[in-house]
């Protein structure tokens, strides 16, 4: 995944799944200054220590950690995507990629 996004170099990456912030991380460190990630989070617990660890990770990108279902945020994120990473329910897959498609 960090090889890619430093291939890439996408200005704007959506994550679904943040878990504790490690993957926001390392996309992130690839990134150039500026860009930004939106990371959504179901649980509540997770997404504040995915937050912390962001914080101290002391990146040069803006990362926005959102907190809640990733169906319901995903209609909500304005502007343009240049990367999607999924990780998060399998089963619901197919229902991100529709919902992030447009």
């Known amino acids: 995944m960090a090889r890619i996004v430093r291939k890439v170099k996408p200005q704007r990456i959506l994550e679904i799944g943040t878990f504790v912030g ?8 690839e990134l150039e200054e500026g860009a930004e990630i939106v990371t959504i989070e179901i649980d509540p617990d997770e997404a504040e220590m995915a937050k912390e660890n962001i914080s101290m990770a002391d990146l040069n990108v803006n ?20 990367m999607v990473f999924l990780d998060a329910d399998k ?5 991100y990629l529709r919902l992030v498609e447009r």
């Open 22 to 29: 490690y993957s926001a991380i390392m996309m992130g460190k």
């Open 63 to 82: 990362v926005r950690v959102l907190r809640g279902d990733a169906l319901e945020h995903i209609p909500t994120v304005e502007g343009g995507i240049d």
């Open 91 to 95: 089963s619901e897959y197919l229902e």
